[in-house]
DNA sequence: ATGAAAGCGCTAACAG
DNA sequence: CTGTTAGCGCTTTCAT
């Protein structure tokens, strides 16, 4: 790696406004306390000698870092295929980015990183982290308490039960389950599917919940477990069609699950909506708006959970409530 | 944000194993020219006290970070649709893991980023850059050449002409869309229409350039731009279908643009392969493998593309080729 | 309101 | 081989 040229130091910028190096400190960190006149002589000499600060050695002193760790623990499969992680980053980007703090992502690729973003986390290298898509078996919050440093859980952990201190930030899953199954019924349809996504995940499991808080003694075998990717979507619609031949609706857990079931009822040649209705989970437009037809879906706004999680990191989260739910929307459009 | 516990220090470590600073630091970085024995006492002390070496001390004497700036410079759209964008960042982040380098992210929303993104540039908190998704009117690439810090950038950068002591790392996006181009003539066909990507970026230009290669003549109306999404395929798709009505098959610059483009074939009653062929371009999975009927398509390997960019930076830019192109290869599924 | 001075925790000569 | 000694560039009392 090329070196970098060297950087003016305090020292520099002290030198030419003739003040000294604490006064240029102060008014390269607000200023308050300082005549108008050396203000404006140092502002003028930082500009000069295009100063900035050295961030090691203001975190030596001040111990903080100005940067968060967003750790996304996930299997290839989902990341990928699915918008929703680059939206999220998108909001915690845009929270941090305000608060000038930087965002470093660990992505682990199972269980063997796990070490390595333990010791980053022990390694006091961030003021704090942001952890998603955790399993119900994952070790990972385990080595997160050990290190001792605050942390935002996107989507309910599944182990909180209990755990105190434990904050997360999550859509209201089973409502907007709920509301889908509820639509369903309001279209006259009475034998009302459900595709489950990895039932791991409290995401899945609640929505799951929610079909079944509306649908209080369904057909057991009108549900199907899906992991919520299409290809799996498609083949439980498969199953669940050749299981109840007289079904008339769907709920599938998320956007991408209904767009594989939508291919495998085309392929029975079900009509949807009229044979079979479909409403999916999250409207993620580039998946709902280009389904045939288009996706009635429940609504999470997900940029808004990425920016929340940092903003409740950022302003400590001593008085965070625990579990921030937000509301989901049942948005209409030609599937149901 | 709450403190963390103040962990110990080189100097605890030091007292506990009794002996100095020095050969705990030596040890702690390798321990060669340590006796065997002090070495030991010294890891014990290291384990004992749950030692972790405070790295923005250790950056203010090195002068190494031990990180790498991602800089996506995207509009929403495209990195949200397209999993490209999360493949490439698998494939940097196992690269840089596996160096014990930390990936920090940036994202930036319009040219209003531009001066923050320079600034941390500059504030050499990273040992480099790895830069995505130039346009050609960027100012980008001005910025971080400015800041002196290594760089490599993701996609040949469209200002590349004589700037010397670029890096970067494509895919053979000329040759892949001549091979494409011509495994639709291998077809039997000679309407052959392009649907291009957004062309201020060098790899739809390029994808362009090798469907002229091969199509040395063709009528320019079977030529419409597209923007790498789905959308805009389809639109450009029936765009094409109402001024060549002929046209017998298709190159797409993307497989989302394939995806739409097939939709609209669909929706105007042409069967795929048998009037139309389609071929796209990336292969990505989760599309490919989805759209009806699957899509035969060139093939990048994304992931690879990312992992070099940061071997090289990792490497040091110093010896590196300028250039590095990785093949690509046609995949044969059924649309052509 | 400003300056002097003391470190933050670590590495890297330099001695021994 | 190991210890001593200087800082790295910054913030922060404490005087003035």
New interface residues.
Partial sequence: ?????P?PTLEAVAARAGVSRATVSRVVNGGDGVRQALVERVQQAVEEL?Y??????R??VT???D?VA?IVAEP?SR???D?F???Q??GI??EL?AHDN??????T?GRG?HA?VG??L????V??ALVFSLHLDDPLPELIQRA???TVFGGRPGWSGGRDGVVYVDSDNRGGARDAVRHLLGLGRTRIAHITGPLDQTSAADRLDGYRDVMVDADPRLVEEGDF???TGERAMRALLARCPDLDGVFAANDLTA??AL?AL?EHGRRVPDDVAVVGFDDMP?IA??T?PALTTVRQDIEEMGRLMARL??R???HAPSGVILPTTLVRRDSA
């Fill in positions: 790696m090329t070196d970098t040229a950087r295009g900035v600060p050295n961030q090691a050695a975190s030596l111990k903080r870092h940067a967003v290839e990341v990928f295929a918008p992680f680059a939206r980053l998108r980007s845009k980015t930087q965002l470093v992502l660990l992505l690729e990183d390595r010791r980053y022990a390694g006091g290298h003021d704090g001792g440093i605050p990717t299409a290809r767009a594989g291919r085309r580039p708006e280009q045939e990191l950022l400590g989260l001593d």
